[in-house]
């Protein structure tokens, strides 16, 4: 445990200890960038709001991101049952998907108006493109003697899915899902600094108007590690559900 974490563990307390030296006397100017110490304490400033600000986004993050698994597997799943409709909307979804994802959301708030919802569809817009790709990808390399073997045995197309398809697809699926929680933080701070009302990307906005540099880098560490709790959770699922030998590196 100590050996595989560790390393780690000590990059990020090297990087704390970096940032503690280099806005120490003599360095940064505290304006430009408040010190760790100062940073966290305005967590004890109630003005700030940290509790709801902190759930909004972290509901907004998770919301979107399960509806892009959601979505996203089930497209995986119709294009390899589907070859017309790979060839139709696969590349339709490759060309949606280079629409630079800042410009759709404030068409977004038009939509939908301000608050959860846009935000959420914005996450779900970001996140969603790599679930589909990967476990498209997983879904077709399955061995073909193997689907050879199990036609003979004459399985149903739902067997074939269950037994075979799925579990070899598993891997590929959490490697998107992992590239997805990475997107899906990026999506809810857009949308929360684009239409929103609440959130800690709109604490950020509001910080930056008055040049409150401590909040703005406390919303900063709070993002962070909403972001670090979701990719943790998708490692931790695919730890249980798939086998060492099997995930991807």
């Known amino acids: 445990m100590v050996r595989r974490h560790g390393p780690a563990v000590l990059a990020h307390l090297a990087l704390l200890a970096l940032w503690a030296w280099a806005t120490g006397p003599g ?9 760790p110490v100062e940073t966290a304490a305005t967590l004890l400033v109630p003005r700030y709001g940290w509790g709801g ?15 892009a698994v959601g979505v ?34 404030p068409i977004f708030v038009v939509w939908f108006g301000y608050g959860l919802i846009p935000n959420i569809v914005i996450t779900f817009v970001i996140a969603f493109f790599p679930i589909v790709i990967t476990t498209a990808r997983g879904l077709a390399e399955v061995e073909p003697e193997l689907l050879d073997l199990v036609r003979v045995v004459r399985a149903t197309r739902w067997q074939v899915f269950r037994k075979i398809q799925l579990p070899s697809a598993l891997p590929y699926l959490f490697s998107g899902m992992r590239v997805a929680a ?63 030998s099997a995930r991807l590196r």
């Open 27 to 35: 360095g940064v100017p505290r304006f430009i960038m408040p010190g």
């Open 53 to 67: 600000h902190l759930l909004v986004t972290a509901s907004e993050a998770a919301a979107g991101f399960l509806l």
């Open 72 to 105: 996203g597997v089930t497209l995986a799943v119709t294009f390899t049952w589907s070859a017309p409709a790979r060839r139709a909307l696969m590349p339709l979804l490759v060309t949606l998907n280079l629409i630079p994802k800042v410009a759709l959301a």
């Open 182 to 244: 990475v997107l899906a933080i990026a999506g809810t701070v857009v949308g929360e600094f684009i239409g929103s009302e609440a959130g800690l990307g709109f604490v950020m906005l509001s910080a930056q108007a008055t040049v409150d540099t401590p909040a703005m880098f406390m919303a900063l560490v709070l993002i962070t590690l909403v972001g670090v709790a979701l990719y943790a959770a998708v490692v931790g699922l695919e730890h249980a559900a798939v086998p060492a």
